[in-house]
């Protein structure tokens, strides 16, 4: 059928190397991600859970993701083309939820703890972002609206949160906190 590939999605395939019994996609509930992610915590399982889904729409576009430790989550969306993300995530219960819809968007996004949160939206052309977030309970929010953005975060410590809403052209916002 034509357009039935629009979309792609993608589940990092080491999950299910981790059962300890046959397991298959067919076996896991399709409600959501996050009931997918409960769903590989079962005892059938060992005890690490990482989830990844991603979503492409366009052409060029790239998504490179490391995940180590338990139950960390990552969602990309791209629409559009030559759009890139980077993730690297490390502990437990962290998050990343990402879209980028436009041209040559890209983001590098680090978190290492503990239930720390990263939203990030790209729309337009040529916009930037760097979050690193080490620690507890952290959450970073960038919105870029526009073109040729580029926002940085920097947060070590717990409970730190940052968020940057940017529309235009041309923003530069660098944020630095420690607790």
Not at 71 to 99: F, K, M
Request: proline share 1%; charged share 10%; aromatic share 6%.
């Amino acid at each position: 059928m034509p357009g039935s590939h629009k979309y792609r999605f993608l589940l990092a395939t080491a999950i299910f190397g981790m059962c300890t019994d046959v397991c298959t996609a067919s076996d896991l509930d399709s409600n959501s991600e996050l009931a997918l992610n409960s769903e590989l915590s079962s005892a059938n399982l060992l005890s690490v859970s990482n989830l990844t889904v991603i979503n492409q729409e366009g052409g060029i576009n790239t998504v490179s993701v490391r995940q180590s430790g338990r139950t960390n989550y990552t969602s990309a969306h791209q629409d559009g083309n030559r759009n890139n993300l980077s993730v690297t995530q490390a502990g437990e219960d962290n998050v990343v939820l990402s879209r980028q819809v436009g041209e040559q968007n890209l983001s590098g996004l680090i978190q290492v703890g503990y239930e720390n949160w990263i939203n990030i939206g790209q729309y337009g052309v040529g916009n930037s972002a760097s979050v690193s977030q080490f620690g507890m309970q952290n959450s970073a929010h960038v919105e870029e609206v526009g073109m040729l953005h580029k926002v940085n975060i920097y947060q070590s410590g717990n409970g730190l949160n940052a968020s940057v809403i940017v529309t235009g052209t041309a923003t530069v916002t660098y944020i630095r906190q420690f607790d």
